[in-house]
């Protein structure tokens, strides 16, 4: 039994939509209430299933005959049998197309009458029987019904409940198949708008952290050890960069998916006098699709899109990755605030920073939905297929896992602090100016090559002496080349070796400083914080 609300206040709601045990709706004209007051929670049961058998005075469809005729059921003669009812709707989910469903459905009569295919009066009662149901839907009120299978039928057939045969015009030179594309490419608009905004608010607080530190040295990683120093608002605004990619790949995608299939009906188009521009300008789309075919069978628009998403979770996951390390006692460069972390069930010590070891976790369901998109695709002969209906749950799954992703990132950005004493007491070990050891050599005339060898063996004695590369004495260093002068000393050191940085993007000060200013303007970002 649906639509039956039972608040935990003693106030009971009844509505008059009965379902019966084979979870077929019976739609009831007007609600019912039901209200009253009891302590004893049994009492309120009974009264309540007595309340349920008195307002149901039509019989369980439980039988073949007992089903609503199908609006496609012209040429059948027996209903479909519950198990293939049950395995084939899709409503359970595709009902999150309601609102691009009834967008589709406007223009389309407005265009249809435009043409002269139906009156501008049943127009009229059309669009304001959808403007009710779209009302019924954000309110909770409408009952939506498996036996009608998925949100485009619920709607129609509810719209011929409501405003009578006006609405048997609506579905006029249209299919399903066009109308299911068009309702995906305009949702798939409105989810990339949204990936877009919540790509943009990561940014924004990455770009407010490193902000908030700067002149912050960190040790520089490849293969996982150290190698050169880099500034920390440098590192940050590489995970910034790698995200303004990620909204260029969205932004790429909406440009190719922004074309309307409206009016490709099954996959042949009609031979009604219709106006596929106009449906694809009032519905904000590039133009109509050129080929009927193409409109109603490929989906390389989601396929784009998931692909983007999954680029976008693996940036991520390589943050979560980097922070979970650095929040380690082992590193200790980094402490998120308890607003962001969770303890441990039986460790009273333990501070995890569980949000971006998810991050670091969700990225396999959103790859996860790519591959699942791209093996139910790539056998399917063209036009369209039943099969392109499993399209649905992945991209939705997709798609809200990333907007989480990217969320909780810009979340746990704003409650995490760098650990400069720590940091800065890590920062001699590992030998992070030899790079900038041999640039000195290189500028003095020396080889790279053999410079890279003349400051190899500079490392070796200073291991073998337990000391860093400024220790050394000029001595040392000229029994491994007399090239080396006094001035050697202002290469060597972790802060002397980030101002010999200055390539462009490099991480010298004053291109990092550039970096940041880029940036400020670009997201709009007050400096005064």
Request: charge should be negative.
């Amino acid at each position: 039994m649906e639509s039956l609300l039972v608040s935990s206040s003693t106030s009971l709601s009844i509505s008059a939509t009965i379902f019966s045990p084979s979870k077929h709706a019976l739609i009831l004209p007007k609600p019912q209430n039901l209200s009253f007051s009891s302590p004893n929670s049994t009492a309120r049961l009974a009264l309540l299933t007595c309340a349920a058998q008195q307002m149901s005075n039509s019989p369980p469809p439980s039988t073949a005959a007992a089903k609503e005729v199908k609006l496609w059921g012209g040429r059948f003669e027996e209903s479909v049998t519950d198990a293939v009812e049950k395995f084939t709707e899709s409503i359970s989910f595709d009902k999150a197309l309601y609102k691009q469903d009834i967008m589709g459905s406007k223009a389309h009569a407005s265009m249809l009458a435009k043409q002269g295919l139906m009156s501008d009066s049943d127009r009229d009662t059309i669009l304001k029987g959808l403007e009710e149901i779209e009302r019924q839907i954000e309110a909770g009120e409408f009952l939506w019904r498996t036996d009608r299978e998925d949100v485009h039928m619920n709607i129609e057939a509810a719209l011929t409940d409501l405003v009578g045969e006006p609405a048997k015009k609506l579905h006029t030179a249209r299919s399903r198949n066009d109308q299911v594309a068009t309702d995906f490419r305009l949702w798939c608009r409105d989810a990339i708008d949204s990936i877009i905004s919540r790509i943009e608010n990561l940014q924004t607080a990455l770009v407010i952290l490193a902000l908030q530190n700067e002149g912050l040295i960190v040790p520089g990683y490849t293969h996982l050890q150290r190698a050169q120093p880099v500034l920390l608002q440098h590192l940050l605004l590489a995970y910034v960069e790698q995200l303004e990619r990620d909204a260029g790949r969205l932004l790429d995608c909406r440009a190719r998916l922004n074309f309307c299939p409206l009016g490709a009906c099954a996959l042949a188009g009609t031979g009604l006098p219709i106006d596929r521009f106009m449906t694809s300008d009032s519905l904000g789309f590039a133009a109509p699709m050129r080929n009927s075919i193409d409109a109603v069978s490929d989906r390389d628009f989601v396929l784009e899109l998931l692909s983007a998403n999954s680029i976008t979770a693996v940036h991520l996951s390589r943050l979560g990755e980097e922070w979970v390390l650095w929040a380690s006692e082992e590193f200790g460069f980094l402490t998120p605030s308890d607003s962001v972390s969770t303890g441990s069930s039986i460790m009273p010590q333990k501070k995890n920073p569980d949000p971006m070891e998810l991050v670091r976790g969700k990225s396999a369901r959103v790859i996860g939905d790519l591959v699942t998109l791209l093996v139910l695709c790539k056998g399917l002969p063209h036009a369209y297929n039943r099969d392109l209906q499993e399209d649905k749950e992945p991209v939705f799954d997709s798609v809200k896992t990333i907007v989480g992703m990217l969320e909780v990132s810009a979340e746990f950005a704003q409650n995490v602090a760098f650990n400069r004493e720590r940091i800065q007491k890590a920062l001699p070990a590992g030998h992070l100016d030899a790079t900038t050891l041999a640039d000195y050599l290189v500028k003095k005339g020396i080889p790279f090559r053999t410079s890279h060898d003349i400051v190899g063996r500079s490392v070796a004695l200073c291991v073998s002496r337990n000391c860093e590369l400024q220790d050394l004495s000029l001595d040392e260093l000229n029994s491994l080349s007399p090239v080396f002068d006094k001035d050697v000393y202002e290469f060597l050191g972790v802060e002397n070796s980030i101002k010999k940085f200055r390539s462009y993007g490099s991480t010298g000060s004053e291109c990092v400083a550039g970096q940041l200013d880029y940036w400020i303007d670009k997201l709009n970002i007050s400096r005064e914080r």
